[in-house]
């Protein structure tokens, strides 16, 4: 199982951003997901997820600005992010649960300037 995550960059306050995270060996539909990040100097956290009965939770920080989601077709994980703020600024990763085992892509970095 791979996962490659893509769709950062540098954004003004209250722009958008959409990643993407494509997967092979495995498919998005049956899985747990999700997108976590890790600010400068701080732990990672959970962003976003889509449990594996199809139950979407987020974190308190993005709820309402952030939305998860993903194409069964493509096989692909996204996750639109609008309304950025400076303290979004992270590297966020994608991540697949399969067999009770994690999964991780190499993370995108998002940097959101004030």
């Known amino acids: 199982v791979q996962l490659q995550a893509s769709g950062g960059g540098l954004v003004r306050a209250g722009g958008s951003l959409k990643l993407s995270c494509a997967a092979s060996?495995?498919?998005?539909?049956?899985?747990?997901v999700g997108w976590y990040r890790q600010p400068p100097g701080k732990q990672r956290e959970v962003v976003a997820r889509?449990?594996?009965?199809?139950?979407?939770n987020y974190a308190d920080a993005v709820k309402g600005r952030f939305t998860i989601s993903r194409d069964i077709r493509q096989n692909t994980l996204y996750l639109q992010m609008n309304s950025l703020r400076p303290e979004d600024t992270a590297i966020y990763s994608c991540?697949?649960?399969?067999?009770?085992?994690?999964?991780w892509g190499q993370g995108t970095l998002v940097t959101v300037s004030s």
């Open positions: 991540m697949l649960i399969k067999n009770r085992k994690e999964y």
């Open positions: 060996g495995t498919t998005f539909g049956l899985n747990a």
């Open positions: 889509i449990s594996a009965d199809r139950t979407t």
